[in-house]
């Protein structure tokens, strides 16, 4: 039987692992379902720099994210749509949907929930595309 509860700082008690990709300076990448021991579910914490966008697009097999914005604001591109987000914009994302966020003038915060759980960050990717989003 797991726990009752798990608490942790989703900034300081989850490794950021943009730096470990080169992204340090402009991405932070708080991955913490295996910290809070999820079984069913998903989240991270992700801080993107101002005017920087996430050099790839990527999709899932079958988890479903939902994207909450919590500062900031920018853009999403969603297959060939690109929308404005801003702060408490709540998006939700099918899992074949090929998506990537692009900050604005500002930065942009956001948490990102998953269900369901599909393990390893990228044990789930169904399509990962650097350079999609293209002016």
Request: aromatic fraction near 6%; avoid cysteine; glycine fraction near 14%.
């Amino acid at each position: 039987m797991s726990d009752p509860y798990t608490r942790v700082n989703l900034r300081d008690d989850v490794e950021d692992i943009a730096g470990k990709h080169g992204m340090g300076e402009v991405l932070e990448g708080h991955f913490a379902s295996g910290d809070l021991g999820l079984e069913n579910s998903a989240i991270s914490h992700q801080r993107i720099a101002p005017g920087f966008r996430i050099p790839f697009g990527h999709s899932h097999e079958q988890q479903e994210e939902l994207y909450v914005v919590i500062g900031g604001g920018g853009r999403i591109k969603l297959d060939d749509e690109i929308v404005e987000i801003r702060a408490l914009d709540a998006i939700r994302i099918a899992p074949e949907v090929m998506r990537s966020v692009e900050a604005g003038d500002d930065g942009i915060e956001l948490l990102a929930f998953g269900a369901p759980n599909t393990g390893a960050v990228t044990d789930d990717i169904g399509a990962q595309e650097m350079g999609w989003w293209s002016d």
